[in-house]
Structure formats: C-alpha cells, structure tokens
C-alpha cells in the first residue's frame, strides 16, 4: 500500500482546533486540559460512534492494541502516557491497519513512513495531541476513505443537530444529512427544441434529490449528470442495427467534404401556457440512477439532478446522437436550476414549478457520453454552470466512431455508429403510448442519421463537423476537470488531449487527471483520494469555500503505468522535446535509414480469418507477437528498436511519416506503438480489495474500494497506443486523394497521444498492418503494402524520467 | 423469456375481493361498479403510486399504448371498452414488455402463451376485470418480481397506514414497513462454550435489524444467517497458510482410523453474573452484511439477525472449522431469540438484554458455510428453529475437503484445508486487543487442526468424524429446503445428496431445488421465482399464515441443463432404474467387454507440467479432449459411447467399477462422466439481465436480475461429474488397504451425484486419470496404471425422458 492524498488542507493550529470544535471533537472543558494523555483519551471516547454507554465504550478501547502485550484500556487504566508509538498504534488500528499483518506495534512509524501516511514525530504537549488528532481524521484509512468518513459510517454526525446549513471540515463537506430523509421528485423542464417535428417545444423529464432541510430554507448546489442511458435503453433494437464490419474498403472518388451544415426548417416551436405555478412537484420517483459520487454528496448538502434528455423515456423529442439539440436539451435544465427557464409538474399539466431550493450553482459530472454532455453544455457558457467533472468525454463524435477517413470502432463495440447509439438510447420508444405519436418521424430521423454519418466514406463531413464539440470552447465559462484513462480505446485519448490542448488557453481553472484504467470510473480507486479531490473542488467551485482547491489540486495528475499506487503531479500532458526513430527492416534505430522495400499482404486464409473475428485477443496476441512463429508473420511489419539505455516518459502525439504504396486504388494503414519486454505490468483493470466496504454516508450506499495490482505472470509486452489511416485520406480527414496503385506515397500519421513511462531495458516496436480486427472494416482483400524505409520515421515527444 | 411460477396462490373470486380491499385496490363504490370498462380506469387509476396528481396520472396513462395506434388515455376517453386485448396490452407494459420488441398489440395473448404468463380468456363483466386484475398483481414482470412488488417499489405501499401488523397479499408478506426507520442493534450472546480456555462462557456478537413497528407491540420472526465471513476475513495470513498441492502421493500403512472422539476436558466455564436488565441495546452498527434475500424480507415484517460466532470480531472464543462448538455458538443465538438463554448489552456489560420483539420463530437462511450452520444447528432441534433454507451447505466436512482417502480440494481452492478456514474466518484477531489475550492459545489450537486434518493419510479420521453433520440428522426437527448447484465443485453436490436422503426420512417438511449454477445464489434468477417462493415458505413457517406452502412448492425442483428457463417438478432426486456400460479400448459398451488390459502414466514432461498449474482451465481442456492429439492422450483413457438414441435423464450416483494395477505401492485415480457432442449449452455463470432494477421495497436496497444464457458458440463437451480414490482406501475412506505393486485389485467408485440430461445424439464419454489439477495433490510421479477391462463397469441410473 501507498498512500496518496492530494486533497488533504494544512492548517494552523487555531484554524485545527476551531474545525475541531465545529465537528464536536473539542470543547472548552477539554481545551483546558493539561495532560496530554488524558486528552487522548476523552478525544478516543468519542471515537467510537457506534457505542452508546460508557462500558460499549470500554469494551472498543479493550479491543485495540496499545502495545505489543497491552490492550488500550489497560494501558490508559495502568496510566501509562500517550506516546508517539501508541498514539500511533492505536491510529493505524482505527484506520483498518492490522497488527503484525500491516504494521508492528513496536515500530508504527516505519509502516506509516514507508507508505506515506502522515504522522506528528512529537506527541507532548494538548496542542501536540490536538494537531495529531486533526490530521489522522483527515487521514486515509486502508480502504481509502478518510478517517473521518469512516467515522462519519459509523454514525458520528447520526442525528446531527443544526442542519440548517452544511458542515465543513478540512474544506471538504461532511456528510451531516439525513439520507432517509431525502426527498425524490420529478419534474419536465421545457426546451426551445421541438426535435420530434409535433409544433410543440419538447419537455425533458429532469429527476432530483434533495435534502430535505431545504424544506426549511437551505437553498443547495446540485451535481447535475446528464445521462442518456438512465431511463432505460433499446438493446435489442440496436443489436439489430448493428452495422457489418466484413466489408471491403473501396476507392473512393477524390473531393472534399462540404461542412456547411444543412439548412434546417426554423419555426419555432409552441411553448405551453402557464396556468399556475406551485413549488408542490407532483410525481416522485424510486428507480433512481446510481452513480456513488453523486450518491456520496447527497449526504454533504448537495442536490443531485438526472436528465437522460430529448428522445428518453417520459420526454418528448428524439435522440440525434451528439447534436447541439442534445446539448441545448440538458442546458435547459441547467436553466431551470439557475431560475432562467420553466419546467411543469407533469408532462401534461400547464402548472410550473421553480427549483425555489437550488442556490443556482451547478456542476455536471459523469463519464462517456454523459461526460461529452457535460463537456458540451460547458461550451455554451450557459449560466450557473460552475464547472464539469468530465471523465472519459468524447469532445469530437468523430473521433469516437471515426479515424483518418476511415470507420474505426470504439474498442469492444465493432459495428456500433451514431445511429445505432440514437436508437439504443431513445427510451422513449418504451413508452409506447407516447411512442405511437411520432414514430413516423422517429423512423425518418433515424434513417437520417445513417445516412449522415456515412459509413460508405469514413469522411468528416458535414455530419460529422455538426457534432464537434471543439468548435466551441472558447465559449466555456466553467471550470473543468477532465479525467481519461491511458488504456480507454472506447473513448480514445485523443478526445481528453484536443480537448486539454484548447482548454489551457482559456481564463478558466482547469485540472487534467490521466490514470491507467480503460473506461472506467476512478472514485473508488484506493490509490487516489479522487473523491476528496471532488469534494474540495465542489465545495469550492459551489458553496464558495475558499479551501485552496485550485493551487491544492495538480494542474496535470498522471498514475504511473510501471507500478502500482504512484501518481505524480505534472504542468502538462505533452512535452516539446522529441526524439526520432528510424526504419531498418525488423528495427527501430536512432541512425538514418538507407534504402530498402518491405511489404506484406493483408488477406489472411478463410478460416484464420473467421477465428480472429471471433477471438479478437487472439488476433492481438498474434500481431504483437514479434516472433518469426506468429501467424500474421507475413500480414504485418514490425519494428524494434534496442533495449533503452534509460528509462523515457512518452508524452504526447506520436507522429510517424510513411512512404507507402499499395496495389490497388484503396488501401488503409494501422499503426501500433509497443512496450516489448518481460514484466509483470498493471492489469488492465482494478481489482475489488473489499466489497462494499465503503460507506457513503450512514446507512446509505456503499461502494466497493478498488485498485490495479500487477499482473500474476509477467507479459512479452503491452500496446502503448495506435492509428489508422485511410491512404485516400492523406491530408485531411475530410478531403479524399487519388490513390495510384503500386505508387509510392509520402504521408504522417498522428497517432493517438500517450503518457507512457518505459523503462530502461524495454524495447519500443512499431507494428505497421492493416485490418484493426477489433475496430476498422474487414475486406480481407488481397491489398499489398509495401514501405520505401528511407522515407520512413517515427517522431516521438519524450521527457527522460 | 419463460415464466415459470410455482409460489402463486390461486384464490377463489370472493377471496380475490378480500385481498384486493385489504391492499386497496378494491373498496366498496368500486365494488358496486356495473361498467367493467370503468372499473377497470378506476383500478388503473391506482397504479402509479409515483404519480400524485390527476394530471400526473393522465399523464402516465397517455404514455401506455391501448391498441396499436391509440394510448391508453385516448382509448379511455373515446369511450373504447376493455377487452382481453386492450387489457392485456396495457397489463403487458405493466409488468415491462416492450410493443413491437416483445409482443405485437394485436395479439397480446400469443406471446402471454408463448412464454406461460397467465391470463383471462374472457373479461367481460367487472368480476372478470377484478380476477385479471388481481392475477396481473400477482404475475411476474419482466424482470421477474410479481407486479406488486414493482408497484411496491414505486411506492405503492409508501407511508401504508396501520402497520401494527404485517400485510399479507397471496400468501406472501409485503414490503409495508418503512425500511428508512429500521433499527440497527448488537448484543452480546452468552454460550455455554469456553473455546479460548479463558475460563469464561464465551460471548459472540449478535447483529439484529427490526422494524421500528416493534417498539409498540409488534413481535416479528427472525431470519437468522451464521456468517463466520461477516465480520471481516484474514486474507493475508490464510493465504500463507495455503498448503502446496505439488507433493507427491506417498504409500499409508494398512489399518482403520480410530473415530472415537479425543476426550476434551470438561471444566464448565464461568457465567457472567447478570447485574440487572434493560429493554434498550447499548450498539449499534452500519456495516451490515447484505443478503439480498435477507434484505427483502427486512421490509416485510421480518427482523433479520446476523452472528458471526466464535473467534470472529467482537466475539469470544475461537473458530473450529465445522465443530459442534460452532453449532452451539449458532445455537445459542436462537435459544436468546427464543427467550431460552442471556444477552448482554455490551461485551463487558452484566446488564442482559432480551430479545423481546421476537415472535420466537427462526429461519436460518445462507449460502455455503453460512448453509452449512444452517444445517449443523438444525441437528440440535433446537426449539424456536422452524425452517432452514440451506444453500450450497456442506454435510460433511470430510466431503469438502476429502475423498476417497485423498485430500481432494474444493474447486478453485486448491490448497486450502480446515485450518486454513478456520484462520480465514477468525477475525478475532483483528481486534488485536482482544486477540492478545488469545495469542498464545489460538496459536496451539490452530496448530491441533493442522494436524487432526491429516493431509498425508487424507483418511476419514475422528478430525472428519467430529465435523459430519450427517450422523445428527435424525435430531431434526425444523423443515428444510435445501438448495445446491448441479456445477458446484465448490461444495460438492454430494454434500446435499447425502442431506437428501436422509431429510427424506424425517417427519418434517422437506424440499429440493436444484439449479444449473456453480456456487451461486439463485434468489435473482429471473427464471425462477425462488423469492416468492421463500416468501410464501417463511409465511407459512414463521407467521403460520395458511397458504398451502407445502403443497404449493414441488417436493423437487431441478432447473433443466439443455435449454434456458426451464424448471421442472420431480418426485425424488434418484431414480431406480440403472443402465451398464462395458468398456472396451476407446468404447463404452452396452455389450458385454472382452479381456484387454489398457494402460496410462500420470508423469508430465516438466514444462508441461508447470503450464498446467498454472493454466487449470487448459489442463481440463486437454483432459476432455478425445482426439488423439490432446497432449494429455497418454496420460488417461477415455471411453466414448455411441451416440444416444434417445434423450436419457442421469439422476443419482454413477458407479463404476474397476479392476486395476499400479506399478508402486501408492496410487490415486479419478474419473469423469463427459456429455460429448456440438452443443450451444448452458454458460457457466448467470448473466445479468438489467443492473440494479429490482427493488426490494420502497427506497430500498436493489438486486440486479439475471438468469442463464446460451453459449455464444457450441462447446465440444461438457464435464458431467467426477470422482476420485486413493487405490489404498478401495474399502473405506477410514480404512487402509494394503497396495501391491502390479497387482490387479477390483474396486468401486461413486461419482459425485449428478441430475442431467443427455439428449439423443450425444456421446457419452468415461475418463479415467490420476493427477486432477484442480483437486488432488500433483507429484509428478512415473506411476502407469493399468485397467482389466473385462472386469470394469459403469452403473448410471436413468430415467428416459
């Protein structure tokens, strides 16, 4: 175990023990206490929340070590003093830390040292008792929690008196609010939109959380998470969209894309009269939508809102799949929390309701397309939003179904395209009553949509540009925290670094964290107080708590891929430095190259080529295989260069220029950058230390602590990141080329950014082949590639570590 | 989908009526309706709880579809009757089947057919509409809870007045009690044990959930669930004490075990003087130990307690693996629940507690150890026990451990032994307070089950003759549903066979259900309504409700291996009727076999035999494999039958026989019933249908639904059971038999039990091996054994299908 906390405040002493007394740990009496002993032990009196009498109370003392043969009621019935070792002892025992399992009760600090927990080296005075107090409660206990959440689930704050605002300790809310209190309400928010063509302005059904001491008064912030997929999705349906990837890449005729968007009919639609307004919200709801950071704030003093938006179930409209519609539909929301826009208690009542308890600051979180919502609403600078928490967001759609002219798959959904996405979220067809009314226009839309996104070209079109959330960011008003994973090839890097790259450049407070997941989310990671890092930015960014959160929190915080637990702070994600790569056959060399061909030939026999459809990590084994025995031997090209001399930290955009020809008039390259070298590497997901183990509050959700550990066996090697490129693409994604067969042509390929730590003694491959198995088309048609060497290099950004 | 429902009560119309009133669907003016049409809007009228307005409620009307191209609200308002098929439409999207996707609007009925939902053949008068309406409230959605209980779960039971009692609709108890309210207590239980040798009764903490309804006069019953697991594992220290697997198989010197228990010294201990009593517990606690099923019940009516046991966290004593001290320690909890023994308020507390909101009546609930407790406490007949439901429960620790003379280790846990479990689950010491107290002695017990286990006999020794459950079960008094996965090679099926048999002699209710899972709960099997089933189980047993439980629930339920949601009702687990197999070279015979003696060796080449410890999954692979280049083809016979000319049904205990030769003194063989042929058979684990989306009650705990799927492609063969013996225990696994080498022995194996269906067409195939990879200890030893196959039979009992 390593501890990492970045979200921990230093205070002064004064400012220790007036948070103390707010929180209850202190009062005037125990303030005038001399012995530092006796302070421990009327301070550990009231750290067992649990125990309701003095002898319950006793019974908890007995049960911890205070030595290594002396329980802690013995030792403070014997009046033995607090040291800095028992002090100590018992700590880490409240913190979930075993003896002789985790640490010696002998030697405390040397475990506490070792895995980076903090401690106070001098235990002598009240003052030195009361500071060590302060800072283990804002400690991390073994699951990741701090102590004082642990506390908090263990009913400290049950009961709490004085609700009427929220509690903040360390600059963080604490979960003082009754979760059994919460009130559940729905109501329908009315857009400008009418995107299912009826005349009327399309309502969004918004579901929201309170407290309910706004019922007397608090007005609360509110996490907002706009989810697509929270009323439910279309499965079957969109399994059957599904669109073939055995299909031949074809030439396409040369031209450019026109990106002037298609005019579009302007009435406007009708808004509904109000008759009435009540701040009675007249439906609830139960099948609430979990997502346990949001959960988690429900406890602190904050409101949460759902809107899955236009096309959903009880909305009107329909899904368009990453339009300015969508965006608008859940900035509508954010409207109506601000007080700027109506929503009515029912999808058919002309009553309207404000959202009279929300203090208008909003923040919007989640991850994949409810964080690219996120992301879009930011870039209308709409009003009241204060910042995102944007994890795994697609920042351009056609960097999510799309590459270089190309179709190229999210990872693990081969066939899937925007279409298939705006059925398989349109809940709405679920409610079929309501369905019937435009399912005419419904069908129409979505035959649109196939027809837009153009699977036939793989071009950026007009389509495409309608869908780029990138065009805008200069309008962002709202602070951002974007969070990716390294190894996500669903949402793929590049959306996180174009979207970094163009945030930096505006006056907003921005944070970037990369850690080493797929498409996940990282708020149970044991390795990283992500939750409190949140808690301080939204206590911040919402109730105005001037807590430090923008100078506390890393401009740029990255996990490290080599071992587990290690996360490092960093001004950026990419660096200026390069270094260049030359092709020699079968190597990577930093001399120039000389002149040589290579080539290979992309169809495979029938059968493998049915087997590596079906078994898709077999493909992968086999083209990173780099033995002469792989069975794609003579279906790629693959590059080595020598074991490194030192350890380098890739950092940015690999860029790799090519002199290629191909045999035909169509052709597609895909490139593979890799980390070859024995050695146990992260796996490639977190692994669960403790199911449901972390409370949220008291008896309320729980989450379950994870992290990555290393792999059992030790592996020949690991992609770092990879391209593709349609050859008739060579300039821009949306201007197609004449492609000459068997004539050799320069072109650079970006491929997708890495922040990748390789250690001396790897080796770096690059594997140049074509058919991607799991995300681009699969012709096997008989293309032949062939390489001129001397116009080939591979130029790539890298800090030394 | 395939709706099978066995815990539906059906009522006459006046008894319908009753219970429709009592649940406030029905009342007098509704009653007197003439118009079935509008009876049936006024009942509609009551089915969104979570609509709390007319127009809210129109609302949810207009967004069901009538007919197919008219909503509800509009069919209603033009004045359309209700018929079977506007009825059924809408009672279709009710319980959450999709138009179009599910079923067409024209013909509701085909698919109710199609997939054995009940319905009404005619709905012509309001007494026609008040049966639907009442059989609708008690049929399944689609995610597989009854519609009440979605309604629940949408709040229809929200804020339910009079709950000074529970409500039971069907038989079954309903979710009425405000789960928000429950109240969380923990007491300490005195038993008459002393396990630590303190001198002292040990106490073990008890945890109890109870509806608040009981602090004004309500008695409830008791789910109790023994978890040693549930208050914390010691992971790290068990994992060390993991024993290696790779030792060789040695020669035992002949002779019987001894199996007269060791004499224990018999000092009673001290009873803690009770110094007053107190109606109100002194703990409480928030990290509760989620049973789904528990958890249902919770608000329902039910308290549910949990204990942990002797040398578990907060308790006294220490852990035993499987002795009748842990039995008592169980015990003793429903003996206080029962008003027969002590509590106390804190863990040195003289203040008692009673347990006076309990009505008395217990049901023992749980999965593996925790069904295994369930079972060991109902061999005491312990008053106030009225039913276990034991899922997965050992009878015999000697066959979770053992067999045959071999040590033979659950699957997926090879190395683990008595010992290891028992400092798995002794928590005690995490409390490391307590635990010094106990070093010392816990320390020399866990030392005496290391060496009572024996793993160099793997005999049946008084260790294993201590921890049989079976010799106990005609002391039995509570009725019993037993529960077991036909794939469990965790706790092994025997496990249950062997309970079966004997429950079945006993004057006490008893049930079997078998399901296709490994080790699994089945309680959200969607094709299954296993829930209901228990709940209308503990009605009966703990409320004494007369609903005709005993009757209504098969006396054996198996689920079917061959197709997906199938579950059919059978007499008896075993079946009479066997059918002989011969063995000839590579064929099972129903011919008599001729003389040919056929031979393996067990010894790998070293790589080989290092891949397979490593890769179980490929060893079992290329144990199963027939073909001749299986790497492991000289290293087992495999026996192939004819295909079958018929669909057979193999229910009970294959038997073979054998006639063999070792080249040594010491010598083990396995073997294995194989299923062989192409198949789309059922997957190894359970999918899960749709995240989160039953609710156990209103705001309530949620459980994800799932059920078995197909394969994705067809498997080659599938293991149908196995077995193993140690050549030396050919008489008795407590007695050792002498070995010569080269010497041919007859000898008898049962396999485990087995219920499974081999459809016409399939091979059925016998393999006989030494060295199981996932079992048995793994020596490497040059051992050849040799098969006389005129003396080697295989006895399987039969049904045809």
Request: hydrophobic share 40%; net charge neutral.
């Amino acid at each position: 175990m390593y501890n990492n906390q970045f979200a921990r405040l230093k205070l002064s002493l004064p400012a220790k023990i007036a948070e103390l007394k707010k929180i209850a740990f202190l009062d005037d009496q125990l303030l005038a206490l001399q012995d530092p002993t006796e302070l421990w032990r009327q301070l550990l009196s009231k750290a067992f929340p649990q125990a309701k009498s003095s002898t319950a109370k006793q019974a908890k003392l007995a049960s911890l070590a205070a030595t290594a043969d002396k329980d802690l009621l013995t030792y403070l019935k014997t009046e033995q003093p607090v040291t800095v070792t028992s002090f100590y002892n018992v700590a880490l025992q409240l913190l979930g830390f075993l003896p002789v399992t985790d640490f010696e009760l002998d030697q405390p600090l040397k475990m506490m040292r070792q895995t980076n927990l903090s401690y106070n080296e001098v235990l002598q005075t009240p003052q030195d008792v009361i500071a060590a107090w302060y800072d283990l409660l804002t400690t991390s206990t073994k699951l990741g929690q701090t102590w004082l959440d642990k506390l908090a689930g263990d009913g400290y704050f049950a009961n709490w008196q004085n609700v009427t605002q929220p509690l903040f300790f360390n600059g963080k809310a604490q979960p003082i609010f009754a979760t059994s209190k919460l009130l559940y309400e729905t109501v329908y928010v009315e857009t400008d939109l009418d995107t299912d063509e009826d005349g009327q302005a399309d309502l969004v059904k918004v579901d929201l959380i309170r407290p309910v001491e706004t019922q007397t008064g608090l007005k609360v912030p509110v996490l907002f998470t706009a989810s697509p997929y929270n009323q439910g999705t279309n499965d079957q349906a969109a399994d059957k969209l599904m669109h073939k990837m055995n299909v031949p890449l074809t030439h396409k005729k040369p031209g450019s894309e026109d990106l002037t968007p298609p005019t579009v009919p302007t009435a406007t639609p009708k808004k509904r009269p109000v008759n009435g307004i009540t701040p009675t919200a007249q439906e609830t709801f139960s099948d609430e939508f979990g997502y346990s950071l949001n959960d988690y704030f429900l406890a602190r003093g904050f409101a949460v809102v759902y809107s899955a938006g236009i096309g959903t179930k009880d909305s009107d409209g329909l899904r368009t799949c990453g339009t300015a519609a969508e965006t608008q539909a859940a900035k509508a929301v954010i409207e109506w929390l601000h007080g700027d826009r109506v929503a009515f208690v029912s999808r058919s009542s002309q009553q309207a309701i404000k959202a009279w308890w929300s203090n208008g600051q909003v923040a919007m979180t989640g991850k994949s397309y409810l964080g690219t919502l996120a992301t879009a609403v930011a870039t209308t600078g709409v009003k009241g939003l204060k910042t995102v928490i944007a994890e795994a967001a697609i920042s351009s759609w056609y960097d999510y179904y799309r590459d270089g002219g190309l179709v190229v798959a999210p990872g693990g959904f081969p066939g899937e395209d925007a279409d298939v996405l705006a059925l398989e979220c349109q809940s709405r067809q679920q409610v079929y009553g309501d369905f019937l009314r435009v399912k005419k226009i419904a069908a129409q839309k979505l035959t649109a949509i196939t027809a837009g996104q153009d699977r036939s070209s793989g071009n950026y079109n007009a389509f495409w540009d309608q869908r780029n959330y990138l065009k805008d960011f200069s309008k962002i008003k709202a602070d951002v925290i974007l969070v990716h994973g390294l190894n996500d090839w669903n949402v793929k890097p590049r959306n996180a670094y174009q979207s970094w790259e163009k945030l930096q450049k505006l006056p907003i407070s921005q944070k970037l964290i990369l850690h080493q997941g797929q498409h996940i989310y990282i708020n149970q990671l044991r390795s990283l107080d992500f939750t409190d890092l949140m808690n301080l930015w939204l206590s911040y960014e919402l109730y105005g708590i001037a807590n430090q959160a923008p100078q506390l929190i890393p401009q740029v915080l990255v996990q490290d891929n080599t071992q587990i637990e290690k996360w490092q702070a960093y001004d950026n994600w990419k660096t200026a430095k390069t270094v260049k790569f030359y092709l020699k056959p079968a190597q990577l060399t930093t001399d120039q190259s000389t002149q040589h061909i290579v080539s290979f030939n992309d169809q495979l026999p029938a059968e493998k080529f049915t087997y590596y459809q079906q078994q898709p990590a077999a493909w992968e084994h086999d083209l990173l295989e780099s033995k002469a025995t792989s069975p794609l031997q003579k279906h790629k090209l693959i590059f080595t260069s020598q074991p490194l001399p030192q350890d380098v930290l890739l950092r940015g955009v690999p860029h790799v220029k090519l002199q290629v020809a191909v045999n035909s008039d169509h052709g597609l390259l895909s490139l593979m950058l890799v980390d070859y070298g024995q050695a146990k590497r992260l796996r490639s997901a977190p692994s669960v230390l403790s199911m449901d183990q972390l409370q949220l509050g008291y008896h309320w959700q729980t989450a379950s602590p994870v992290d990555f550990r290393l792999e059992k066996n030790p592996s020949p090697w690991k992609m770092i990141t990879k391209g593709h490129l349609n050859l008739q693409n060579r300039q821009h994604p949306w201007q197609v080329d004449e492609l000459k067969a068997n004539t050799f042509y320069s072109l650079q390929i970006d491929l997708q950014p890495m922040f990748y730590h390789l250690p001396a003694g790897r080796q770096l491959g690059l594997i140049v082949y074509a058919t991607d198995f799991g995300m681009t088309v699969r012709g096997n048609q008989d293309l032949t590639y062939s390489l001129q060497l001397a116009d080939c290099q591979l130029e790539l950004p890298v800090s030394n570590f």
